[in-house]
């Protein structure tokens, strides 16, 4: 029978919680959802997601950006070079685990926005199982003998491949803690509570530049331990904010619980959902993961290779990371609100959450486009990219990185709408036409007619990201996401 057990008020708690079971001495207390996400002001909704979310991605790409300031101060741009193809390797590999979190947020989102408890649970809970098989059984034995096999893919020269190989090997084996993270992070954010992944995102992010900054130096007893300090500064960090995630899952402190039935087996009728939801958003990040490879391939193709790839490595995938990490953040942000919006029955209120995402993304990636256009040589100053070739390739790639992250923040807000509401498959062909196609067809054109030069890959990575904003925003208008159906199983 059907009871309705009264919980003590008090801020963020519910009033109550409906449970059907045969046990009337059985109290739940568990967090609310917040209401303010489906109704009153657009602005305030988005904003309560956006602004945490956005924080907590710039401070996820701050550590990397100190990684690549700390290897190229003490170890030189070669290992920055070795940092960047590696990380671009694994990322390719490991991006369907981060497809089934993709998934999970746009259930634990419907889920949330109809108030649904069990369901937000259930689908956390039983990620998290396939997380921690996934690494057990395949990315651990796996990653140590594929690494070595990967790194020639992208022409990278012996001196780097040779940095690249234990930072790469250490990231396959050891990356479970920052996987858990990123999904613990998901799932918060989905249900409604983006600041508690931010508290412990920052603690994670201190102590990665700790451990990193004192295996690169070698502190007192503690060895030099080269690019290798920077994985393993990335992968222990976050075990500190996984242990704290469990105690206040466990004492009830957290929006999201341990769902009443434990098992060591996973629920496949929730997780075929959430690999229906989240494989293309898979295939949309390996298409482009294996555009950002097809670049590095015809950037190691140039005369200066080295200098070239590390010019990539600290220009686009740390400088200009700001702009990518913070419109990561909208992306999750304007998911969150079109999810918990179509959960609650108003799809049109989460469409206008998402166009102000969207201007968000704009306002951010004009201010820091003038920066990258008027003081490039003072941002590469602080690699130690100082001298040529490399700070000549850098400022040139910088000035195209102005225009470039217009395209890409407000692109990001859309596709999030798009995958929060689960139509997922348009924003994975739009990724192949224009990271697949677009990019790497220009580079091919060039370098077939002997024309292929830094600044040509740099105009291909700009009209690239047009592409996929154009593209991206036509779909988002026509408002067939809404339509979008989940069928979990209870």
Known sequence: FEVFLPLP?????????????????????????????????VGRSIWKLAWPAVTLSLVNGLHGFVDHILVGNFLGYTS????????????VVMVFIVSMF????????RAAGRQDHET?????????????????????????????????????????????????????????PLFLMIMV?????????????????????????????ALITGIGPLPKMGTASAAIGTCVAP???????????????????LPEKLTLIPDFSLLKVTARIGIPTGLQNVLLNIGGVVLLRYVGALPESAAAQAAYTICYSQLFSFVVWASIGLR?????????????????????????????????????????????????????????????????????????????????????GLQGAGE?????????????????????????????????IWSAILIGHATRFTLTYAAFRTGRWANVRLEIEH
């Open 9 to 41: 008020l008090g801020e963020g708690w519910g009033e109550g919680f409906r449970t059907n079971t045969p046990s009337l001495a059985r109290w739940e207390f568990m967090k609310a959802f917040d209401p303010e996400l489906v109704s009153g002001s």
């Open 80 to 91: 920055n070079a070795a940092i960047g193809v590696a990380w671009q390797l694994f990322l």
């Open 102 to 109: 993709g998934g999970m947020g746009v259930v634990v989102a």
């Open 120 to 176: 937000v649970n259930r689908a956390v809970y039983h990620t998290f199982l396939f997380v921690t098989y996934f690494f057990l059984l395949v990315a651990l034995p796996g990653g140590y003998f594929l690494a070595p096999h990967l790194l020639p893919l992208v022409h990278a020269t012996p001196e780097v491949q040779a940095e690249a190989l234990p930072y790469l090997r250490i990231l396959f084996m050891a990356s479970a």
């Open 185 to 213: 992070t998901g799932a918060l954010q989905s249900a409604g509570d983006p600041k508690t992944p931010l508290k412990l995102g920052i603690l994670a992010t201190v102590l990665n530049v700790l451990i990193t900054a």
């Open 239 to 257: 075990l500190f904010s996984i242990v704290i995630i469990v105690v206040l899952m466990v004492r009830g402190k957290l929006i999201v619980r």
């Open 332 to 416: 999750s942000a304007s998911a969150a609100m079109i999810g918990q919006n179509i959960g609650a029955g108003r799809p049109e209120r989460g469409r206008g959450g998402v166009q102000l995402a969207a201007m968000f993304g704009i306002a951010w990636a004009i201010m820091l486009g003038i920066v990258f256009w008027t003081a490039p040589g003072v941002l590469l100053g602080f690699f130690d990219a100082a001298q040529e070739p490399v700070r000549g390739l850098g400022v040139q790639l910088l000035r195209f990185l102005a225009f470039s992250g217009m395209f890409l923040a407000a692109a990001q807000a859309f596709t999030g």
């Open 424 to 456: 997922t498959k348009t924003p994975m062909y739009i990724a192949f036409f224009s990271q697949i196609i677009v990019m790497p067809g220009i580079c091919a054109t060039l370098h077939a007619l002997g024309m292929l030069s830094a600044a040509g």
